[in-house]
């Protein structure tokens, strides 16, 4: 057999191990991320900061440049955080915290008991009776709507945002819903909202008792991480991913093993994947991960008005965000945003059919590319598809994740972004 054919064969295996290798890597660094170490890393105990400590290691090790110390990028923000347990019980009867109730993060704190007014499909889709219910006094109520009782998702939608603004000036509002997903917000507002279980409420329900507990932190400190690899040009490529999630809400903690340790593990990878490399790339390539997203995008929005590289010299944002399932393919939101490079992406994978199926959308401000595309700056964010039934929920766990098309999308972007 011819020697070049040997070393050529020789070295695609070695290539194919190498990134076994890293799905290695992946796999760990997802378990190391969302194990009870870095606490949910959220804004109790500070395990943002203790992940970002770690992750600031892991450039090092990688041997990313930074233009900072310890590649931190510092700054404050507003928080509402539940360190302490809260309490619900309805009728007398107590509920379980996360798995029957969560308490919306911007509920302002309180203790009592008051009862609950039913809002019906009946009240909502009769003027005469929606005017008659708005008159009465409702301060002394908590007010309760169940989306499967309208059984209209406009309806529903319509109910909840007259609730968000409290126009019926109750003390506070139950939705009720088949999913609990919890949340972080930065504001507080002056009624509490609840979220409650299907399966635990019906209309016979009466009275409401509750204790919530919260702590506003009006200056907390976090930063952003950032790392680079110098190209020939200085015009830059950046892979993004946050890197917090929601820490713990009472005794319970949201581990966020999808949500986001997963787009971590894919910007810590490529990050890798580049450094290895021993000719220079073309584009300097930027890996950025983000805190506070959760919050609010409040990370990617300190880091476009702060920005280390010139947002007039970034070609393109890549951002990842839940990319460690995919059994149904995967989305790039924002991608019929920017037709050109989406026209290059599905080249890519139309040779090389490194993803089974591909769902460009449009623009979208659900993850952190949002605020890079508001100032002008291509940006878009993989995402895969598939049940992600565990999203902001105690369940989201390493076990579960199937990395279905994790190598492919490693893969595509790689391609992608050594494209000139």
């Not at 070049?4 to 890597?25: N, R, V, W």
């Not at 609730?163 to 949340?183: C, H, Q, R, T």
């Not at 993850?367 to 598809?385: E, I, L, N, Q, R």
Request: glycine share 6%.
């Amino acid at each position: 057999m011819n020697r070049k054919f040997i070393l050529a064969i020789a070295g695609l295996m070695m290539s194919c191990a190498g990134f076994a290798q890293d799905m290695e890597y992946t796999k760990k660094l997802v378990e190391k991320l969302s194990s009870r170490e870095f606490h949910g890393r959220g804004y109790v105990n500070k395990g943002d900061s203790i992940a970002a400590a770690y992750l600031s290691k892991e450039m090092k090790r990688i041997k990313l440049k930074s233009l900072t110390e310890n590649y931190y990028q510092p700054y404050s923000i507003s928080v509402n955080t539940f360190a302490k347990s809260t309490k619900l019980a309805l009728d007398g009867k107590e509920l379980k915290s996360a798995s029957e109730y969560v308490v919306n993060p911007n509920a302002k704190p309180g203790k009592g008991e008051a009862k609950l007014t039913w809002i019906t499909k009946d009240i909502l889709t009769n003027s005469y009776a929606l005017g008659t219910f708005m008159k009465k006094d409702h301060t002394n109520s908590f007010l309760v709507i169940d989306s499967t009782g309208l059984n209209n998702p406009e309806l529903y939608n319509f109910a909840q945002a007259m609730m968000k603004k409290n126009v019926f000036d109750a003390k506070g509002m139950v939705l009720i819903n088949g999913k609990l997903k919890y949340s972080a917000k930065n504001k507080l507002v002056d009624f509490t909202t609840l979220l409650v279980k299907t399966d635990v409420i019906n209309p016979k329900v009466r009275t409401i008792q509750y204790d919530i507990q919260s702590e506003f932190i009006e200056d907390y400190k976090t930063q952003n991480l950032v790392g680079y690899i110098p190209g020939k040009t200085d015009t830059c490529v950046l892979f993004t991913a946050h890197y917090d999630h929601l820490g713990y809400y009472g005794d319970n903690m949201y581990p966020g093993a999808n949500d986001n340790a997963s787009g971590v593990a894919m910007v810590m990878n490529l990050a890798k994947y580049f450094k290895a490399q021993k000719k220079k790339p073309h584009y300097t390539l930027v890996f950025a991960l983000f805190s506070a997203e959760e919050a609010g995008l409040l990370g990617s929005t300190h880091y476009v008005e702060h920005p280390l590289f010139p947002l007039e010299q970034t070609k393109m944002v890549l951002n990842f965000d839940m990319v460690a399932t995919g059994e149904k393919g995967i989305y790039v939101i924002n991608g019929k945003s920017v037709p050109g490079e989406m026209e290059k992406i599905n080249a890519i994978n139309k040779e090389k059919n490194y993803v089974f199926k591909m769902y460009p959308t449009g623009e979208s401000s659900s993850s952190d590319h949002a605020p890079f595309h508001d100032k002008g700056v291509k940006a878009v964010f993989f995402y895969t598809h598939s049940d992600n039934a565990d999203y902001h929920e105690t369940t989201d766990t390493a076990d579960k994740l199937s990395y279905k098309q994790f190598e492919g999308i490693f893969k595509l972007v790689r391609d992608y972004a050594e494209m000139k």
